[in-house]
């Protein structure tokens, strides 16, 4: 069930249910709660569950034309200040990720854990930013098709065939997002920071979930530094969009990382 309070004059809206450990959820790009509804009861059981629409999507509403992951941080510690929760395990999907590690950065202390769920510490690139400027521009006349492509290109092509019916609502769940909310997060993309300093030192528990056929995030890149620095990481088979592609798998990596967070 839905609930929402109140941040800078905006409705931010967020789910509590459980008892335990508080686990936040925090989807990616275009997404929304709903993309943890077949993973939240696999780990409510012995977990306090809260999820998070971040700014400009599903029903939380937009808040300016910048949604910074610090601004993003900032809503998340709203949510967990309403309910009065202290410590938490964060587990980011994509977007969420740089959410995650933005609130991390600003509220080390209420941290137990981070994972990175097809996610990564590394800011966008020259290429990549240009490639969401343009995004935003074709975002204003021709949204539908730009949102739809999007979409579909995040999983690999066996999964596009395979979760044809899960892509089709996925779709529906992302064309909801308005294109302020497209663009504001597209902005605060753009100007994010890289991470990787902060989260190779910080001392909470760390685990990352790749797929072997994302072409968003490295993994073989991400895997090597995972060794080096001797955090716990698991390769799963395909795209970016894992919690679809490679739903029973991640529900065994989360429910381990929060066991051991």
């Known amino acids: 069930m839905q609930k929402s309070i109140t941040f800078k004059n905006t409705n931010i809206s967020f789910s509590d ?38 700014l400009g999507h599903g029903k939380t509403d937009c808040l300016g034309y910048v949604h910074s992951m610090e601004l993003f941080a900032e809503t998340i510690e709203a ?35 981070l994972c990175l769920l097809n996610s990564t510490f590394e800011q966008d690139d020259e290429e990549r930013k240009q490639l969401r400027k343009r995004a935003n521009k074709m975002a204003k006349t021709n949204y539908q098709n730009l949102v739809r492509m999007s979409f579909i290109n995040l999983f690999s092509e066996e999964s596009r065939t395979q979760f044809k019916d899960e892509i089709e609502l996925a779709i529906k769940e992302a064309l909801k997002t308005p294109v302020q909310g497209y663009i504001a997060a597209n902005e605060g993309m753009i100007l994010r920071k890289n991470y990787r300093d902060f989260y190779t030192n910080a001392t909470f528990k760390k685990a990352i979930i790749l797929g072997k056929k994302d072409w968003i995030i490295n993994a073989d890149e991400m895997i090597s530094y995972a060794e080096k620095n001797e955090i716990n990481y698991t390769l799963l088979s395909q795209g970016h969009m894992s919690h679809i592609e490679n739903k029973e798998e991640i529900i065994v990596a989360l429910k381990e990382f929060i066991k051991n967070a």
């Open 17 to 54: 249910e459980g008892k335990g450990t508080a686990v936040v959820l925090i989807h990616g790009f275009l997404e929304n709660s709903t993309m943890w509804n077949e993973i939240t009861p696999k780990i409510i059981k012995k977990n306090r569950v809260i999820t998070v629409d971040l």
């Open 79 to 113: 949510v967990l200040h309403h309910l009065k929760i202290r410590k938490c395990i964060l587990i980011g999907h994509s977007l969420g990720g740089y959410a995650a590690l933005a609130f991390a950065k600003l509220f080390t202390k209420n941290v137990k854990g």
